[in-house]
């Protein structure tokens, strides 16, 4: 029957979902250390891009040759994020019990502090949802990897918010409604999530032959022409 034969529409969305199971499982298993969910991660988008661009069928051997390849910058711009975020989730903490606790031109002060806080949270999880697939798809240094990132999640903003969407409805999904869904987790979000990003990502990283800086034409993040290795 032609509804279940492997190159029918049916068969290949239940590829997708095991591909998405496979890859959380992987993500989570090599997250387990902290440290290492920055390459975890992007391995993750490695393999998911390779799977949303049908151009690598071994997902787990595509995942673990980016885990090893991107470890070291990886594993940097993740504890530089982290240590960020924790800032920013600080700050948020005290800037919010502060106001709570005061009146009159205080609370107003502490509520506009809160509010820039909050405003840099927002670019924040900008450049954490694109640094790491950016990462799987270009060569370039860390500081040009944050700037891209940035200005890709800035100039794309409707993506970014179909992005930061598909992660908040499976957390909404997996804790208020069905928790068995976690067997796909950030598997089939990074499915999803390649396959919003995919020409976003081939339109940044240039030609197969010049890989290494964005371009800085057609409305796409410039790069650092200057900084790649």
Not at 40 to 51: D, E, H, P, R
């Amino acid at each position: 029957m032609k509804f279940f034969s492997y190159e029918s529409k049916f068969s290949q969305l239940l590829l997708k979902l095991c591909y998405a199971c496979y890859l959380n499982l992987l993500w989570f298993v090599c997250s387990i250390p902290i440290v290492t969910i920055g390459a975890s991660t992007t391995a993750l988008y490695y393999a998911a891009l390779k799977v949303v661009r049908d151009e690598d069928s071994h997902v787990g051997a595509a995942f673990f040759r980016s885990f090893r390849q991107n470890f070291k910058q990886a594993t940097v711009l993740w504890l530089i994020l982290l240590g960020v975020g924790l800032f920013l989730g600080a700050d948020g903490y005290i800037l919010y019990h502060l106001r709570q606790t005061s009146s009159g031109t205080m609370a107003v002060m502490w509520t506009l502090i809160l509010a820039m806080v909050i405003a840099v949270g927002v670019l924040y999880v900008i450049v954490l949802e694109y640094v790491f697939p950016l990462l799987a798809s270009v060569v370039n240094t860390n500081k040009a990897m944050l700037k891209n990132a940035f200005l890709l999640g800035t100039h794309y903003l409707f993506a970014t918010i179909l992005v930061f969407a598909v992660h908040f409805a499976m957390f909404f999904v997996v804790v208020a409604w069905f928790t068995p869904l976690i067997i796909f987790g950030e598997g089939l979000c990074a499915l999803i999530s390649a396959w919003l990003l995919s020409s976003i990502l081939i339109a940044s990283s240039g030609t197969p032959e010049d890989r290494e800086a964005l371009p800085e034409a057609d409305g796409s993040a410039p790069g650092d022409e200057g900084e790649t290795p």
